[in-house]
Antibody, heavy 117, light 106 residues
Framework: QVQLVQSGAEVKKPGASVKVSCKAS????????INWVRQATGQGLEWMGW????????AYAQKFQGRVTITRNTSISTAYMELTSLRSEDTAVYYC??????????WGQGTLVTVSS | DIQMTQSPSSLSASVGDRVTITCRAS??????LNWYQQKPGIAPKLLIY???SLQSGVPSRFSGSGSGTDFTLTISILQPEDFATYYC?????????FGQGTKLEI
């Protein structure tokens, strides 16, 4: 069965970076794009970026340009999202999701990133 | 980026009601519009893709319509498990964006 398993919760200080992983199983990793979406506590969904695991091509939301990088390691079917220059407003649950026809049909369990001094 | 605006932001309804949620795009997104349902503490679930296509396994009481800039999600007969937050998402451009959400409450 399709599964996306994300890395565990992180606590970071302001100004630091965080890298969240998303390991895919149950399907061909390079055949489907990956989205990254975040959600602050009590807030809505916020699309951060997208990656084609086959080509490595990416696209990012304007808001995160220059601070976010999505990469992958196809040998272990894993996608990564790195966010730099963290601030308190980046405290959120970060999700990866498999993309089919532009739609996110399978999601990871979410990774809580807390930014606090 | 394309801005997506949902209305209402929250909605109170009862089991058995018919409910409609609206999503408006700041520019045309053709039919490149998805709807998701999210319950507290759980990842979102895809309900509708391409504005009106029902995702596999989703009950037929959910339906979507619209194209261009105006879209609707309709739940024909509300069930207890439908009380959740609903989000639209445009995928017309490679910079996808979500609406702010509509919380459906009892």
């Amino acid at each position: 069965q399709v599964q996306l398993v994300q890395s565990g919760a992180e606590v970071k200080k302001p100004g630091a970076s965080v890298k969240v992983s998303c390991k895919a199983s149950g399907y061909s990793f390079i055949s489907y794009d990956i989205n990254w979406v975040r959600q602050a506590t009590g807030q809505g969904l916020e699309w951060m970026g997208w990656m084609n695991p086959n080509s490595g091509n990416t696209a990012y939301a304007q808001k995160f340009q220059g601070r976010v990088t999505i990469t992958r390691n196809t040998s272990i079917s894993t996608a990564y999202m790195e966010l730099t220059s963290l601030r308190s407003e980046d405290t959120a649950v970060y999700y990866c999701a498999r993309v089919i026809r532009g739609s996110s049909d399978y999601w990871g369990q979410g990774t809580l990133v807390t930014v606090s001094s | 980026d394309i801005q997506m605006t949902q209305s209402p932001s929250s909605l109170s309804a009862s089991v058995g009601d018919r409910v409609t949620i609206t999503c408006r795009a700041s520019q045309s997104v053709s039919s490149y519009l998805n709807w998701y349902q999210q319950k507290p503490g759980i990842a979102p679930k895809l309900l509708i893709y391409a504005a009106s296509s029902l995702q596999s396994g989703v009950p037929s009481r959910f339906s979507g319509s619209g194209s261009g800039t105006d879209f609707t999600l309709t739940i024909s007969i509300l069930q207890p498990e439908d009380f959740a937050t609903y989000y639209c998402q445009q995928i017309y451009t490679t910079r996808y964006s979500f609406g702010q959400g509509t919380k459906l409450e009892i």
